[in-house]
């Protein structure tokens, strides 16, 4: 009820003003003039008038509470209309006013991305706060559409000039092959499985992104909730619709898409990147595991057997093992205790034996793509030793060695476990071994860290 007195509720200068109107249009003229100082216009469509408005209005005027039925283009109503707007102090647009209107929806409201329905009330607030009668909300509705467009035409417009000549024929190629090696609908996939061909792909993709050199600066010059719209805008097209804009308009789109696409493209390649590595760990100690229990026949009664040699030892303490002992336990049964704990012993060296085979043979083609296109940055020393590690990798990689000094590996970057397979003989680094082991020891099983650290290369870069 407080809203609709607030809202709805008429002044002593309004019930003298309302005195002078005729008795059939009374009410009528009472509820424009609420409207109007409430929201700057005048109301078109009765139907939408609440039944206890009408009501509490009526009985102000002390007219029946029936809703009115006058058209809003009649005569007699543009009439009454315009003495309520003189009534009020209300004036008018005139051109001037409305140019002033779009260059404030262009300057303050527009930028922030807001909706279209948000900025339409913003405008009609705007026409209110200079008691000027607001056009209808479809003119509002439609003036800010038009400067709306006119905002996103100009951005792309200057993000397609930005582009160098060899990206924009890139796009507009991207366009026209949209199912080729870098097509547009290729570029929209995801990444997909954690498969070596995903890792490759997706790496392949990234490359083709960061090779274009787009305006990463663009982005910042836009609220963000226009670039989510222009995104999802382009995921939802078609190369076939994207081709009907004008080159500016397609090309600058795109640009957009894939700068935000990039970030995307990251992620994904990392997601990858840690499953693949938890995938080689997962099935080598599987494979291990399997072939220890074919390799072994587990020996039971061990404590039983323990008791038994122990009882036979104290009871001859100078006798011979070959009198003493085999009667109770025999060389085969002890040889298979000697067999199963060696075997328990090494589990760990020949799951890293097995993990780097299947690495070595099949997965790691992958790791120059992903070195290419992943730039690891961070500012935490707690992480030194993991970005100086990656660094040294890249290094022998580029050198073509699969040997090196093992001084050369940062400190804290080979666990102790790791180091009988990483270090040889000869205290040499075993480059493949090397890269098995940041990889599965200092990324996959720093999970949530490898993403942060990676996700700031699209700010770094």
């Keep these: 009820m407080e809203n609709i007195v607030n809202d709805w509720g008429l002044s002593f200068s309004d019930l003298i003003f309302l005195a002078d109107q005729p008795d059939d249009i009374r009410l009528e003229t009472a509820l424009q003039l609420c409207h109007l100082r409430r929201t700057s216009r005048f109301i078109e469509d009765w139907s939408g008038l609440a039944g206890n408005v009408i009501s509490y209005v009526a009985s102000q005027t002390e007219r029946p509470a029936d809703c009115p039925k006058s058209l809003f283009d009649d005569r007699r109503s543009r009439r009454y209309r315009k003495r309520v707007a003189e009534h009020l102090g209300f004036s008018r647009p005139k051109q001037t006013d409305l140019t002033e209107f779009e260059t404030w929806l262009l300057s303050d409201v527009v930028q922030r991305g807001t909706s279209l329905s948000e900025m339409t009330d913003l405008g009609c607030h ?12 479809q003119t509002v509705e439609r003036i800010v559409r038009s400067v709306r467009q006119r905002v996103l035409d100009g951005y792309l417009s200057e993000v397609s000039a930005q582009l160098s000549a060899s990206a924009a024929f890139e ?29 490759l ?25 226009w670039i989510k719209a222009l995104v999802r805008r382009v995921e939802g097209e078609a190369a076939s619709e994207m081709r009907l804009h004008s080159k500016e308009k397609r090309t600058g789109l795109l640009a957009i898409y894939l700068m935000s696409r990039r970030s995307q493209l990251i992620d994904g390649l990392v997601e990858l990147l840690i499953e693949v590595v938890h995938r080689i760990g997962t099935k080598s100690k599987r494979k ?5 229990a074919a390799d072994i026949e587990k020996v039971h009664g061990k404590e039983q057997l323990l008791v038994d040699m122990a009882t036979a030892a104290v009871m001859a303490p100078k006798g011979i093992v070959s009198d ?5 336990a025999g060389a085969a049964k002890l040889k298979a205790v000697i067999d199963e704990h060696n075997a328990k012993g090494t589990l760990d060296i020949r799951i890293q034996t097995v993990m780097r085979g299947s690495y070595a043979n099949h997965y790691r083609p992958m790791l120059p793509s992903l070195l290419s296109v992943l730039n690891f940055r961070s500012n935490n020393k707690v992480w030194r030793p993991i970005l100086d590690a990656l660094t040294l990798i890249v290094r022998l990689n580029e050198e073509g060695r699969r040997y090196a000094p093992a001084a050369l590996a940062p ?15 000869r205290g040499r680094l075993n480059v493949i071994s090397y890269e098995l082991c940041v990889l599965r020891v200092r990324l996959e099983t720093h999970t949530d860290r490898a993403k942060r650290l990676v996700s700031s290369i699209t700010e770094a870069a």
Aim: charged share 25%.
């Design 288 to 292: 291990v595991v399997k072939r220890i």
């Design 126 to 137: 705007w026409f209110l706060a200079r008691k000027l009668v607001s056009p209808p909300e």
């Design 171 to 199: 796009l507009e190629a991207s366009l026209a092959g949209p199912r080729g090696r870098t097509g547009f609908q290729r570029l929209k996939r995801d990444v997909g499985a954690a498969t070596l061909d995903n890792v």
């Design 411 to 425: 400190d804290g970057s080979i666990p102790r476990k790791w180091r009988e397979i990483v270090i040889d003989g």
């Design 324 to 328: 003493v002992i085999f009667p109770v």
């Design 201 to 225: 792909d997706a790496a392949d993709r990234l490359a083709f992104i960061q090779g274009l050199g787009l305006p990463d600066h663009a982005l910042l010059d836009i609220d963000p909730t």
